[in-house]
């Protein structure tokens, strides 16, 4: 891949680069690593040589243009009709950079007419590369020995290829509404923490309500409000990544993962399908004030075909005797505070249980709940 370029520093020694004038590093060193950069190249980038630029801001007040101090980067090179690009400026060996060489080389990069996003400075012995708007000129992103380019090419090309300015130098802007005060259009979740503050089951046959007999003769029963205790004094509940954002209607949504307090109980949540859940609302913005919450809503439809092996929190898969079909409605009262969306919610859950036999059987189950999410903006 870098043959040419191998070729060219293994002929040039050090002494024989002490020597070089700035003509002579232009020629030996710059134009050759130019070329295996990928400039001037194809269609889509340029290369320009010592492109006059000028600086009338430092003469307001002179009539005369003549006056005008001028600029010459040696090289500009980026990408044609698109954001990314960087000049270079060589100095001779035996006289060395300075700081005055790397401000001169940030006014070329950071002039109007150029804005290019790096600034080069190569005097036959290194190059140094550096952000034109880190405004920390003490520090290049990249320092290289030329003797160092055969195996350290790829960190050069890693900024300044064409390929790598497409990638590192876009610049894109939120047009859309903004969720709330103090964020875009959109904001990422990227953990959280809810509780159960307290639950609630009731059982139905045939329409009436038979929760407390059923709890103390169906041994299952008891079970479910032993596991529902356990995942609320006992788990640490997390939220999983997600997002706050703008639909292409303007409405507000919320869409939330939940990784399972166990590995049992995140195959259950997959099963019934609320291992991840969309939030919608109707208000406007998302709520600044605590007094004021913003509600958020989700409704989702499940079915359970009989036979169908079901996870507990622990131990094994148990099959469902008959088919179970379910409604779950989630109504979360949120607000954002710094950088967390913090709020309460209500699940209310209706399974519906078809057995053989000709009864109805419906179980309720309610649960209540704080939670916090971290947002990145």
Same mark, same amino acid.
């Given at each position: 891949?870098?043959?040419?370029?191998?070729?060219?520093?293994?002929?040039?020694?050090?002494?024989?680069?002490?020597?070089?004038?700035?003509?002579?590093?232009?020629?030996?060193?710059?134009?050759?690593?130019?070329?295996?950069?990928?400039?001037?190249?194809?269609?889509?980038?340029?290369?320009?040589?010592?492109?006059?630029?000028?600086?009338?801001?430092?003469?307001?007040?002179?009539?005369?243009?003549?006056?005008?101090?001028?600029?010459?980067?040696?090289?500009?090179?980026?990408?044609?009709?698109?954001?990314?690009?960087?000049?270079?400026?060589?100095?001779?060996?035996? @006289?060395?950079? /300075?700081?005055?060489?790397? =401000?001169?080389?940030?006014?070329?990069? $950071?002039?109007? %007419? *150029?804005?290019?996003?790096?600034?080069?400075?190569?005097?036959?012995?290194?190059?140094?590369?550096?952000?034109?708007?880190?405004?920390?000129?003490?520090?290049?992103?990249?320092?290289?020995?030329?003797?160092?380019?055969?195996?350290?090419?790829?960190?050069?090309?890693?900024?300044?290829?064409?390929?790598?300015?497409?990638?590192?130098?876009?610049?894109?802007?939120?047009?859309?509404?903004?969720?709330?005060?103090?964020?875009?259009?959109?904001?990422?979740?990227?953990?959280?923490?809810?509780?159960?503050?307290?639950?609630?089951?009731?059982?139905? @046959?045939?329409? /009436?309500?038979?929760?407390? =007999?059923?709890?103390?003769?169906?041994? $299952?029963?008891? %079970? *479910?409000?032993?596991?529902?205790?356990?995942?609320?004094?006992?788990?640490?509940?997390?939220?999983?990544?997600?997002?706050?954002?703008?639909?292409?209607?303007?409405?507000?949504?919320?869409?939330?993962?939940?990784?399972?307090?166990?590995?049992?109980?995140?195959?259950?949540?997959?099963?019934?399908?609320?291992?991840?859940?969309?939030?919608?609302?109707?208000?406007?913005?998302?709520?600044?004030?605590?007094?004021?919450?913003?509600?958020?809503?989700?409704?989702?439809?499940?079915?359970?075909?009989?036979?169908?092996?079901?996870?507990?929190?622990?131990?094994?898969?148990?099959?469902?005797?008959? =088919?179970?079909?379910?409604?779950?409605?989630?109504?979360?009262?949120?607000?954002?505070?710094?950088?967390?969306?913090?709020?309460?919610?209500?699940?209310?859950?209706?399974?519906?249980?078809?057995?053989?036999?000709?009864?109805?059987?419906?179980?309720?189950?309610?649960?209540?709940?704080?939670?916090?999410?971290?947002?990145?903006?």
């Amino acid at each position: 891949m870098l043959e040419a370029v191998k070729m060219v520093f293994s002929e040039q020694s050090e002494q024989a680069r002490l020597a070089y004038n700035e003509t002579e590093v232009r020629f030996h060193i710059i134009d050759p690593v130019l070329r295996q950069l990928g400039y001037p190249g194809g269609d889509d980038v340029y290369l320009k040589l010592e492109e006059k630029l000028e600086y009338p801001y430092f003469h307001i007040g002179h009539k005369s243009k003549k006056d005008m101090p001028l600029g010459f980067p040696d090289y500009r090179a980026g990408l044609k009709g698109a954001r990314g690009s960087f000049v270079i400026e060589a100095k001779a060996a035996s @006289v060395g950079l /300075s700081p005055k060489d790397i =401000e001169q080389a940030h006014s070329y990069a $950071a002039h109007a %007419e *150029v804005g290019a996003n790096y600034f080069v400075l190569c005097d036959g012995l290194s190059f140094q590369v550096y952000d034109t708007l880190s405004g920390d000129f003490d520090q290049a992103l990249l320092t290289m020995k030329v003797e160092e380019l055969s195996h350290r090419f790829h960190e050069l090309e890693n900024i300044l290829s064409p390929a790598s300015l497409a990638k590192n130098c876009q610049v894109s802007y939120d047009r859309g509404i903004r969720i709330c005060e103090g964020l875009g259009s959109s904001a990422a979740i990227h953990s959280g923490l809810y509780t159960i503050v307290d639950w609630e089951i009731g059982i139905y @046959v045939d329409g /009436s309500d038979c929760t407390d =007999e059923l709890r103390r003769t169906v041994p $299952a029963v008891g %079970e *479910v409000e032993r596991m529902l205790e356990f995942l609320k004094s006992e788990f640490e509940l997390r939220v999983g990544k997600g997002s706050v954002e703008r639909d292409e209607g303007g409405r507000i949504n919320a869409t939330v993962s939940f990784p399972g307090a166990t590995k049992n109980n995140l195959v259950a949540m997959k099963m019934l399908g609320i291992d991840t859940i969309v939030f919608s609302t109707n208000d406007e913005f998302l709520s600044v004030d605590p007094e004021k919450p913003t509600a958020f809503e989700s409704s989702s439809r499940f079915v359970i075909p009989e036979g169908t092996m079901l996870p507990p929190l622990f131990g094994e898969y148990t099959p469902a005797e008959c =088919e179970v079909t379910g409604d779950m409605f989630v109504t979360a009262r949120m607000h954002k505070s710094g950088d967390e969306i913090v709020g309460k919610y209500i699940v209310h859950t209706d399974y519906h249980y078809l057995p053989r036999a000709p009864i109805t059987l419906r179980q309720e189950f309610s649960y209540i709940g704080e939670f916090n999410l971290s947002i990145i903006p």
